[in-house]
């Protein structure tokens, strides 16, 4: 039985994926925005609602360090399993936006949020409201911005504002379902196996609430989207501290009880979401290849043996 919810939360999970890049894309065209900022707005909002719930629903239910461990396991699982997945099929060229908006956010987000635990080992509703103030601001800016035309619309399908709506709703709402029937099994699947919320959280229920942003990727890269790809983890991982843990801790105060969510896996998030700039950087034209695509994935590795040696 736990078997056979994990695979129908997968089947759901790619048809949702599917779905969701139909209608961004689809929305794009008709409000003449960027692909990267549908990428890191609709997109990453959808691909983030399932650890949004699993979340919140985790704190309700007295398991604290689960909604904090999902959300540090999915920001590691986004930037190192999942961009290291999309680089081994096909090379990324980054654009500029990279350097000048989203990593840069990215990575106040995250120094912010290491800040707040670290100072009392909770989430206030006062911290929680800033966060979520924050998302809001940036994107006003994000929108405000980066509004920019898109000249190649033959090559995609012009699809009615019904038919946007209703994809993009089927879609996230495949998404969410497949990411709780998933998360779910796996869930059964580590208490019988015996191991902490902050195990079960950072690697079982991460990697589940991370599939969304994997197929995702994956479809973006298939309809040769890849602005879509990048950008929508970018903007997942920073949706998932801002908007996540923002609503999370508003709805009810976070406390961590598992220290070693602060002392060690906090720092894992900041250092790979560090490495990613000058991965980027330091390649001729910011182009994302196989061979960063395995070092990333080598990396996730190397965090997930430490994690349960």
């Known amino acids: 039985m736990v078997f056979f919810l994990v695979f129908i939360g997968l089947l759901l999970l790619v048809l949702g994926g599917k779905w969701l890049m139909k209608s961004s894309v689809a929305l794009s065209l008709k409000l003449n925005i960027s692909r990267i900022v549908i990428g ?48 081994l099929i096909t090379p990324i060229f980054v654009q500029d936006s990279f350097r000048r908006t989203d990593w840069p956010m990215m990575i106040f987000s995250t120094l912010i949020f290491a800040l707040m635990i670290s100072y009392d080992n ?30 190649d619309t033959q090559s995609f399908e012009v699809m009615t504002n019904f038919k946007i709506v209703v994809y993009l709703f089927l879609g996230s709402f495949c998404l969410w379902l497949g990411s709780e029937l998933l998360i779910d099994g796996a869930v059964k699947l ?84 560090l490495i990613i700039f000058p991965l980027v950087m330091l390649k001729p034209k910011m182009k994302l290849g196989r061979n960063s695509g395995l070092f990333l994935l080598f990396i996730y590795i190397i965090f997930i043996y430490a994690l349960l040696k």
Request: with cysteine; hydrophobic share 50%; aromatic share 8%.
């Open 40 to 87: 890191m707005t609709v997109v990453s909002f959808a691909t983030s609602s399932p650890e949004l719930i699993v979340s919140i629903q985790a704190v309700i239910s007295g398991h604290s360090n689960i909604a904090i461990g999902n959300v540090i396991g999915s920001n590691i699982a986004n930037l190192s399993f999942v961009l290291a997945l999309v680089l």
């Open 122 to 151: 909770r989430l206030s509703r006062l911290e929680g409201c800033f966060l979520f103030l924050l998302l809001v601001f940036f994107l006003y800016y994000l929108l405000k911005k980066k509004y920019t035309k898109n000249h």
């Open 190 to 273: 580590g208490s019988i196996l015996g191991v902490s919320d902050r195990i079960i959280s950072i690697t079982v229920v991460a990697f589940g609430s991370s599939v969304p942003e994997l197929a995702t990727s994956l479809m973006a890269v298939i309809k040769n989207e890849k602005a879509i790809s990048l950008g929508s983890l970018m903007g997942s991982n920073i949706f998932n501290i801002l908007a996540v843990l923002g609503i999370t801790s508003i709805i009810q105060p976070i406390d961590i009880t598992e220290i070693s969510l602060i002392n060690k896996d906090v720092f894992w998030m900041i250092g790979i979401s």
